[in-house]
């Protein structure tokens, strides 16, 4: 059953998905995306309410995923 008062964030991209996993989002779901059939949507709760804010410093190359060492620098 879902809990509909936990926050979630949902993203298209696999780079981002991998971001949020690495460091600790909970993974929810993956959905297929109802607008683009050949695309898929991964879901993480966001308690804490920032992912949208680790998306951002990612682009910004602020955060760097360490893939050798699954961390975050």
Do not use: H, P
Not at 36 to 41: A, F, G, N, P, W
């Amino acid at each position: 059953m879902r809990d509909y008062n936990v926050k979630d964030y949902k993203t298209k991209d696999l780079w981002e998905a991998i971001l949020l996993y690495t460091v600790g989002k909970k993974y929810i779901a993956l959905e297929e995306d109802l607008y683009d059939t050949k695309r898929m949507i991964f879901r993480f709760e966001d308690k804490e309410g920032n992912c949208e804010e680790l998306i951002t410093r990612y682009w910004q190359k602020d955060i760097l995923v360490d893939a050798d060492r699954k961390s975050v620098v």
